[in-house]
């Protein structure tokens, strides 16, 4: 009986000893897995790179800044980090407290961005810059600035949240700072179909994208869709002096699996992905006329009337219409203003022209002559420059993010007819690159 105790006490000890080595080697392994795992350097989910280490310094043990990219570096290389990330978002989520986030769902299930912070000094002394612009190059001049996905999404959010987005104020500013009219009222020369006239022709969406019975963002991303491109197109047709096609004239070929910016930002993992669609015109139309401008028969994306006096290409020539140069790619040219490869990345949005870059250039080779347009922009132009370029001969797209030379010489180089701006409400209220416009 002795014997067999001692044996049980034994095998206790030993299995004790066994839940100790174990609950050691745990709590020692998961730290050194944490500092020493060789895990990707993009998270692929969050689509970003995960911070890198730095060895500190005089300067930067002095300052601080060394302790917080240590924190920035622990939190990234935090194992099953991306798990963690959805696992809170949800759980924020599920207690109501996900709308406090800078991005949320409306009544839809759409992933919205929260309202940008305004600045009405730094507003004006954006829009003055674009002013002075066209005044001092005598370029015309148009600006669009395309509704936030907040506050075209007013029938699917609470009044409280829908009235901090500041779409009203920044056209408020940017008609009175453009000439185009009073804060208070509208202009004396607005039109029917969204153009405020003054010293820059003021392009106003926000009805339209108010009332539209169909999405015109993404799910899952901040940009605009094809639909809402294809809006914003329609309406810059009177401003700009070309006849929009109709939108039953394209071929529009789906992709689905885009998640965006949104998702990225969001850590809600299971919000359903977009189809991201490509809008190719089969046969060519005429450029920019140089007399009245014309309308479309029909801008809500269900019509199919044909502009007039096109110059028809046939649909089945293997002669590619466009000549795409990208400027800080060792001169990289395409003859599609689609980069299909970029669909098999994460980042799906890129394959309207490829994304942002300093200067692109897009040459309408079914055109013998005609107008060039000089288009200033955020990225919400990518995709709205593959229905513009048809009406041009060129088409010279810069991102003042990335591009320092002077836009003046630039237009005078291209002996540019027009200038366009188009900033989405977030950048032209924050994006101090725009300043550098001369």
Same mark, same amino acid.
């Given at each position: ?7 049980? %006490? ?7 000893w *066994? ?20 895990r990707?350097?993009f998270?692929?989910? !969050? ?10 310094t005089a300067q930067?043990?002095f300052?601080?800044s ?9 939190a ?27 991005v949320?769902?409306?009544? %839809?299930?759409m ?17 003055d ?5 066209a ?14 996905a907040?506050?075209?999404a007013?029938?699917h959010?609470?009044?409280? *949240?829908?009235e901090g ?17 009073t ?8 039109t ?5 006239g ?7 969406l926000?009805d339209v994208? *108010? ?6 963002? /993404?799910r899952?991303d901040?940009?605009w ?11 810059l ?12 004239? /394209?071929?529009i ?5 885009f ?8 850590g ?7 189809e991201?669609e490509?809008?190719?015109a089969a046969?060519?139309v005429?450029?920019?006329s140089?007399?009245?401008?014309? !309308?479309?028969?029909d ?10 006096g ?11 219409r ?9 001169? !990289? ?7 299909t490869? %970029?669909l098999?990345?994460k980042?799906?949005?890129l ?8 200067l692109t ?18 990225s919400?132009a ?8 048809e009406h ?9 993010r990335?591009?320092r030379?002077e836009?003046?010489?630039l237009?005078?180089?291209?002996n ?9 409400v ?5 994006d101090a690159d725009?300043?550098?416009l001369?």
């Amino acid at each position: 009986m002795l014997m067999k105790m001692i044996a049980e %006490r034994r095998g206790t000890k030993a299995a004790d000893w *066994l839940l100790f080595a174990l609950f050691m080697l745990v709590t020692l392994a998961a730290p050194l897995f944490w500092l020493f795992g060789n895990r990707p350097a993009f998270l692929e989910q !969050e689509n970003r790179y995960r911070a890198e280490w730095r060895s500190p310094t005089a300067q930067t043990l002095f300052d601080g800044s060394w302790g917080a990219s240590v924190e920035r570096w622990l939190a990234d290389n935090l194992p099953a980090r991306e798990a963690f990330v959805g696992i809170y978002a949800y759980w924020r989520y599920g207690t109501g407290r996900q709308r406090a986030e800078d991005v949320f769902f409306d009544g %839809r299930g759409m992933l919205i961005e929260a309202p940008a912070r305004l600045d009405g000094a730094d507003l004006d002394r954006r829009l003055d810059k674009i002013c002075d612009f066209a005044e001092t190059t005598g370029l015309r001049a148009t600006l669009l600035i395309p509704p936030t996905a907040g506050y075209s999404a007013k029938a699917h959010l609470p009044r409280y *949240l829908w009235e901090g987005y500041h779409d009203d104020a920044v056209f408020a500013a940017a008609r009175v700072r453009l000439g185009g009219g009073t804060a208070d009222g509208l202009a004396d020369d607005s039109t029917a179909d969204g153009l405020v006239g003054g010293a820059v022709g003021l392009v106003d969406l926000r009805d339209v994208f *108010l009332n539209s019975d169909e999405p015109l963002f /993404y799910r899952t991303d901040h940009h605009w869709n094809m639909r809402g491109a294809y809006r914003a197109y329609a309406a810059l047709g009177p401003a700009l002096g070309f006849t929009p096609r109709a939108a039953g004239d /394209y071929d529009i070929e789906p992709h689905a699996g885009f998640r965006g910016s949104t998702y990225s930002r969001s850590g809600l993992w299971l919000t359903r992905g977009d189809e991201i669609e490509l809008w190719r015109a089969a046969n060519a139309v005429g450029g920019v006329s140089s007399g009245a401008s014309g !309308e479309a028969d029909d801008t809500s994306g269900t019509g199919a009337a044909a502009s007039s006096g096109s110059a028809v290409q046939n649909a089945g020539s293997a002669a590619p219409r466009f000549r795409v140069t990208l400027s800080d790619a060792a001169g !990289e040219v395409s003859d599609d203003m689609f980069f299909t490869s %970029r669909l098999a990345e994460k980042d799906q949005y890129l394959v309207y022209l490829d994304g942002n870059h300093p200067l692109t250039v897009v040459e309408n080779l079914s055109i013998a002559e005609g107008e060039t347009l000089i288009v200033v922009k955020d990225s919400y132009a990518n995709s709205l420059a593959t229905l513009l370029a048809e009406h041009y001969k060129n088409l010279v797209l810069v991102d003042l993010r990335y591009y320092r030379r002077e836009v003046s010489a630039l237009a005078k180089e291209w002996n540019a007819d027009d200038i366009l701006f188009v900033y989405s409400v977030e950048h032209i209220v924050n994006d101090a690159d725009l300043l550098w416009l001369r």
